[in-house]
């Protein structure tokens, strides 16, 4: 949470001239461990039980090369771990 936005630290820009001070907390749904280090347990538990990767279903050739996810394949896992 920064500035009062949820938003992961690592990906918010602050601008070189900001004079201004910035408010950082954890994520104010996660269990909070110390200070801005917070409980990731849920997080690794769903993201074992959906396993939002590609899987193939057949094995991998030599030479073949990535393939891209469908929308439907997406939409299954839209908004399960965000």
């Given at each position: 949470?920064?500035?009062?936005?949820?938003?992961?630290?690592?990906?918010?820009?602050?601008?070189?001239?900001?004079?201004?001070?910035?408010?950082?907390?954890?994520?104010?749904?996660?269990?909070?461990?110390?200070?801005?280090?917070?409980d990731?347990?849920?997080?690794?538990?769903?993201?074992?039980?959906?396993?939002?990767?590609?899987?193939?279903?057949?094995?991998?050739?030599?030479?073949?090369?990535?393939?891209y996810?469908?929308?439907?394949?997406?939409?299954?896992?839209?908004?399960?771990?965000?």
């Amino acid at each position: 949470n920064i500035d009062g936005r949820h938003n992961l630290a690592c990906t918010t820009a602050i601008p070189k001239n900001n004079l201004e001070e910035s408010f950082v907390a954890p994520l104010t749904f996660m269990n909070v461990l110390k200070d801005l280090v917070v409980d990731m347990s849920n997080f690794y538990n769903q993201y074992k039980v959906i396993q939002p990767f590609l899987k193939r279903k057949t094995p991998k050739k030599p030479g073949d090369k990535e393939y891209y996810q469908s929308a439907e394949d997406r939409a299954k896992i839209d908004g399960l771990y965000e």
